[in-house]
């Protein structure tokens, strides 16, 4: 039911009385002006988001990989969130700071453990999301090797909040 349909019908009479306003004068030579008698707010328009730069968006991006989330229509939503609202950027921001930094170039890795392995039907084999050089049958997770594009797996624990 709709507001004028309440009024007209008297529905507001039991909930709501109505006071008429008082009017306030000054006795004074000059006319007063509505800044003494009240303030008025006024409702800015709010300032377009800046453009994500290369460089955040690569985070977010190290983020969902970090996540294990490779679903091209969940990335393609949480980027465009993050261009559109400041809000959504800074909450994806501040969870890609929680991204482990990749690797040096020094260590020998095992494929196993990184996020960019993706096993197939056999128990040992699989193959690097990233593209890295492997042999025809895929990589075995156990082999340490050295990758550039390491990401160790999310540690997973029991008393995490």
Known sequence: MTLS????????????????ATLATQEADQSVTVAPVATVAVAASPEPPRELSAKE??????WLAHIEERDPETIAEVLSK????????AYFL??????????SINERVTCGECVHF???????LGHCVKGEPEAIAGLWDTDHRYCERYLPMPVQSDNDP
Request: aromatic share 0%.
């Open 118 to 124: 993706e096993r197939i039907d056999h128990p040992r």
């Open 94 to 103: 501040k969870r890609a700071e929680a991204v482990p930094d990749p690797v």
């Open 57 to 62: 968006e690569s985070s977010v991006r190290a």
């Open 5 to 20: 349909t309440l009024i007209e019908k008297g529905g507001l009479a039991k909930l709501a009385t109505a006071t008429p």
């Open 82 to 89: 993050c261009h559109a609202t400041t809000d959504a950027r």
